[in-house]
């Protein structure tokens, strides 16, 4: 979802006028965190990290989740951060209150073309999970590009990012500095 945020921001700033120069103008605070803590969870989701860090993966998920809603934190300043960490502590608790996972629908991972995964995956069948109306209940159909389950949470971090680079296209100064 944060790819189709990312796509949607910048095609809706540019047709309302919008400049891609002005990007480089956006500061954003803990960048860096927010980057580790999700290339990490990608290694985490993606290779045999999650499967060699055993029960500590679900541990590692959630704090890394953490470390992103904190470089979110860090940037409500900025136009479309609130929504970004509505978004952040939405998929938080959800995953907080299922044990380090964040539970989907069988209907969903099918229609995402999802199965069984080898590895840790942050997605998990449970049968009657906490906080359902913030889990992975819907799915981006296998058809299409980057296909995958979401959730509430992850359309509200997507609306946000669109905003944020809507907003920067449009703004010719940041509203927050780098640390």
Do not use: C
Request: proline residues 4%.
């Amino acid at each position: 979802m944060i790819f189709y945020g990312l796509l949607i921001g910048l095609v809706v700033g540019a047709a309302t006028g919008g400049r891609l120069s002005q990007l480089g103008m956006l500061k954003i605070r803990w960048w860096w965190a927010g980057v580790a803590a999700i290339a990490f969870q990608i290694l985490l989701f993606s290779t045999p990290v999650g499967s060699a860090m055993g029960a500590f993966a679900p541990v590692a998920y959630v704090l890394s989740t953490s470390a992103v809603l904190a470089a979110v934190l860090a940037n409500l300043a900025t136009m479309g951060f609130r929504i970004l960490a509505a978004g952040a502590v939405a998929n938080l608790a959800a995953v907080v209150a299922n044990g380090g996972y964040m539970p989907s629908t069988e209907v969903a991972l099918r229609l995402a073309g999802r199965g069984q995964e080898s590895g840790y995956s942050n997605s998990a069948l449970l049968s009657h999970p906490n906080l359902p109306i913030f889990t992975d209940i819907f799915a981006i159909p296998s058809w299409m590009p980057l296909a995958n389950v979401f959730s509430i949470g992850d359309v509200l971090i997507a609306t946000g990012l669109a905003v944020v680079v809507i907003g920067a296209m449009h703004s010719p100064l940041s509203t927050t500095a780098t640390t």
